[in-house]
T-cell receptor, first 112, second 118 residues
Framework: GDSVTQMEGPVTLSEEAFLTINCTYTATGYPSLFWYVQYPGEGLQLLLKATKADDKGSNKGFEATYRKETTSFHLEKGSVQVSDSAVYFCALINNAGNMLTFGGGTRLMVKP | GAVVSQHPSWVICKSGTSVKIECRSLDFQATTMFWYRQFPKQSLMLMATSNEGSKATYEQGVEKDKFLINHASLTLSTLTVTSAHPEDSSFYIC??????????????FGPGTRLLVL
């Protein structure tokens, strides 16, 4: 079945540091890939998405590129802020259905 | 656009009572909504898929008589936790997605409902 693997957290960075959160997936066909962010005490918000190979999703300074050859969708940001502290979930929807498959989540902590 | 709301955001109840949680898509129609449960510091666990006008599809290990799901319209799904017990205390999140042609749906999530059963 489909699966998503994320690097385990927590990831602790200083403000303005470079962020990478690794995500790899296993799926049949051509899934759509997503990054969701969950701030403390809240639900999930869609951060960015990519629907086909080599697409780059971007939003709020975050970006991720759909790499089919490495089955990866790593999340990056050039300069993190304290307000980016949250849990980040990588996910996919297989084109055979409409159910999200989530990674385990990665907690990011940004210190001033 | 693509806003999903949940109500209530917080509920505290006594053991043995039933609690209803509403999930609404505010600016789009959703033939399918999803209910998740999230334990502290863990990922989301899909409980069931709610289908408008038909019975919900439950994931393995989820008691359908315990967690009643009704998808009465294209913008509303409800989850009722019947005879709630302390072990049902959790963060419940719903999601829905407008269907677009071609690519699989993007799902948008509600803000979640935190249930505490005393």
């Amino acid at each position: 079945g489909d699966s998503v693997t994320q690097m385990e957290g927590p990831v602790t960075l200083s403000e303005e540091a470079f962020l990478t959160i690794n995500c790899t997936y296993t799926a049949t066909g051509y899934p759509s890939l997503f990054w969701y962010v969950q701030y403390p005490g809240e639900g999930l918000q869609l951060l960015l998405k990519a629907t086909k190979a080599d697409d780059k999703g971007s939003n709020k300074g975050f970006e991720a590129t759909y790499r089919k050859e490495t089955t990866s969708f790593h999340l990056e940001k050039g300069s993190v802020q304290v307000s980016d502290s949250a849990v980040y979930f990588c996910a996919l929807i297989n084109n055979a259905g409409n159910m999200l498959t989530f990674g385990g989540g990665t907690r990011l902590m940004v210190k001033p | 656009g693509a806003v999903v709301s949940q109500h209530p955001s917080w509920v505290i109840c006594k053991s043995g009572t039933s609690v209803k949680i509403e999930c609404r898509s505010l600016d789009f129609q959703a033939t399918t909504m999803f209910w998740y449960r999230q334990f502290p510091k863990q990922s989301l666990m899909l409980m069931a898929t709610s289908n408008e006008g038909s019975k919900a599809t439950y994931e393995q290990g989820v008691e359908k008589d315990k967690f009643l799901i009704n998808h009465a319209s294209l913008t509303l799904s409800t989850l009722t936790v019947t005879s709630a017990h302390p072990e049902d205390s959790s963060f419940y999140i719903c999601s829905a997605g407008p269907r677009t042609s071609g690519a699989p749906e993007t799902q948008y999530f509600g803000p979640g409902t935190r249930l505490l059963v005393l």
